[in-house]
């Protein structure tokens, strides 16, 4: 339980306010508990903030993984897990925030936990592997499976960001559409 109420607290803080600028004091505040019980859950910040990663992530690939794995054509996976991931994300505002401010979401992450490299590389494989499928059905242009996952989490990052700049007004079903408009003219033989 303890564990539940520090990782809440300190998603939302770390998004508010940055994770240089959150002290572990600011943690234990937030979550109701002393710095001593916070201690005996978390080493420290890095702890935290790769437990946050761990849950989240985990609950991701969990939705994720089970939209990719139906008996759709791969295509279809392909958007479906697309929607699920956008919708996921505004529902989770505040890994979001954390979420972009991480790194390139194309590009192999540097500078976390072996957990999150671990994690973007999972999340790059499975992918890709929808998009094989997808290619060998004729419905994708012929190509580097991992670059074409690649190009797909760079457009959703590119999309998220903006999201996020503008206030994140726009409903989640809306902002998904578009991204797939823009997934389907990078990716798809035919944009319908």
Known sequence: MYRTLVVDAAEHLFATRGYERTKI????AASGLSLGTLYSVFEGKADI???IHDERLGELFLLVSETMATGDKAAVRLIEGNRVFIRWLAEHPDFLRIHLGNSAWASNPRGVSKGQVDAWHRGIHLIAAVIRQSMDEGDLHDGDPVLAARLMVAVQQVFMSAWVES???EAANSLSKRMETQIRRSLFRSTT
């Open 49 to 51: 903030v790769e437990a």
């Open 167 to 169: 206030g994140m007004d």
């Open 25 to 28: 004091q600011d943690i234990a």
